[in-house]
């Protein structure tokens, strides 16, 4: 496994990647600028686009943000920016994705580490605890253990 990433500007750059930088144009500097940004409303096109990137589907990506699939389509198809809790909780769970493919190296050891029981967390899942609260913080500690390791 590699070191934990450095959160630097080319993290954040990578994070304007998954989320797309055509809705995403201002530039990222720290994790407040999450935000800001959502303050200020973020297309809800940014959902597909994150799905896209880490190849996940629809059905997979919105019990994750705690709504359905078809809304997320009807938001997508309006155009239609989203509320700013949604779109923090975007930026929160990209950004875990892109430190746990950093820690264990690939996509398909961070998704496998994701889907399998883990003792710290009672024996659920890592992804069980993607959509409730403090559960991005939860994993990103567990991360943490494993990239001093």
Do not use: C
């Amino acid at each position: 496994m590699k070191g934990k990433m450095d959160l630097t500007s080319g993290h954040f750059e990578e994070l304007r990647e998954v989320l797309g930088k055509k809705y995403l144009t201002t530039s990222i500097e720290s994790h407040y600028d999450f935000i800001q940004i959502a303050t200020n409303g973020l297309n809800a096109n940014v959902i597909k686009n994150f799905g896209k990137y880490f190849n996940l589907s629809l059905d997979t990506t919105a019990p994750m943000l705690n709504v359905s699939a078809p809304s997320i389509y009807r938001w997508t198809k309006a155009n239609k920016n989203l509320e700013r809790n949604l779109s923090v909780k975007l930026f929160e769970i990209s950004d875990l994705f892109l430190e746990g493919i950093d820690v264990f190296g690939s996509k398909e050891s961070f998704f496998t580490w994701l889907n399998l029981p883990n003792t710290a967390f009672g024996g659920m899942q890592p992804q069980e605890l993607i959509d409730i609260p403090e559960g991005v913080s939860k994993i990103k500690e567990e991360q943490g253990i494993y990239s001093k390791g």
